[in-house]
């Protein structure tokens, strides 16, 4: 039987007067387990913008590991670098 690799991306947003109060860590902790336990995934992805170092500290807090980075077009058209992250479900 063919393993299957089921795979999602994490993302959030957050105002900026919310920064630094670990909502953002807290809300990263609770979707991954949610996602390797009652959604059933075995990789969990994500990306930050390259300016955004605290949302890379988030990512590495819950487990993610650095992957490499990603070509994307930013908010003013420039195509950027943005920090790459992977976690996989521990019985992967």
């Given at each position: 039987?063919?393993?299957?690799?089921?795979?999602?991306?994490?993302?959030?947003?957050?105002?900026?007067?919310?920064?630094?109060?670990?909502?953002?860590?807290?809300?990263?902790?609770?979707?991954?387990?949610?996602?390797?336990?009652?959604?059933?995934?075995?990789?969990?992805?994500?990306?930050?913008?390259?300016?955004?170092?605290?949302?890379?500290?988030?990512?590495?807090?819950?487990?993610?590991?650095?992957?490499?980075?990603?070509d994307q077009r930013?908010?003013?058209?420039?195509?950027?670098?943005?920090?790459?992250?992977?976690?996989?479900?521990?019985?992967?």
């Amino acid at each position: 039987m063919k393993s299957v690799l089921r795979a999602a991306s994490l993302s959030y947003v957050l105002r900026d007067d919310t920064w630094g109060r670990g909502y953002a860590t807290e809300a990263a902790r609770y979707a991954v387990g949610q996602a390797f336990t009652a959604a059933g995934l075995s990789r969990l992805e994500a990306m930050h913008h390259p300016q955004n170092p605290a949302s890379g500290r988030v990512l590495t807090k819950n487990g993610f590991t650095p992957i490499g980075t990603l070509d994307q077009r930013d908010h003013d058209g420039q195509i950027r670098p943005y920090p790459a992250y992977a976690l996989q479900a521990a019985d992967s």
